[in-house]
């Protein structure tokens, strides 16, 4: 057994209480412990097992630079995924700046905070939409699409002709379309067919 190995299920507390301490061989547990991890998470953004050894080993780098400044707020874990996304990231976008930003995970550690933001506001937008339809339309949609029922379960259900519930299909994907004019989702109507 290699140095650090047996401390691989060390706590996060007992890890920094020796970190802070002075104890050499703590941040050798710290790698034991984390590497695969890092590894991993690196290997996912990057798909290149060179470059994730790279930005992993990095992160431990960077680590162990900014031990004097982590307050322990977060987890070592946390801590170290922080940097580690962070680190990918730059990556993705061709830099891995010297900053110190990275090592203390001041940056925002979402990877697509923008597109997820567009995205709830999108499906916040398709929520109104639908909510807005007459009774009958926004349940058909909400039966056809949300529940994924045919139409002939929907007509028993609406005690209506499956005629009907077509015909109210048809009108809500065109009410919706026009509804959602502005914020892309129009196509989206596209798919609910």
Request: glycine share 8%; aromatic share 8%; proline share 4%.
């Amino acid at each position: 057994m290699a140095a650090g190995e047996g401390r691989v299920h060390e706590t996060d507390e007992a890890l920094l209480t020796r970190l802070r301490a002075g104890d050499a061989s703590a941040f050798e547990a710290v790698v034991w412990k984390y590497q695969r991890d890092l590894y991993r998470l690196a290997y996912r953004f990057t798909r290149n097992m060179e470059d994730a050894k790279d930005l992993a080993q990095e992160a431990f780098l960077r680590a162990y630079r900014a031990l004097p400044r982590f307050d322990g707020r977060s987890s070592v874990y946390t801590w170290l995924y922080r940097i580690t996304l962070n680190l990918c990231l730059n990556h993705r976008r061709g830099r891995i700046p010297e900053g110190t930003a990275e090592a203390e995970g001041l940056a925002d550690p979402a990877p697509g905070a923008l597109d997820a933001l567009a995205g709830a506001e999108r499906e916040a937008a398709v929520a109104a939409a639908i909510a807005s339809l007459p009774p009958q339309q926004r349940s058909t949609v909400i039966l056809r699409v949300q529940e994924g029922l045919p139409h002939k379960a929907i007509a028993e259900i609406l005690e209506c002709s499956e005629g009907t519930v077509k015909a109210n299909f048809f009108h809500a994907i065109r009410n919706l379309r026009e509804r959602l004019r502005g914020y892309g989702a129009e196509e989206g109507c596209d798919a609910m067919r």
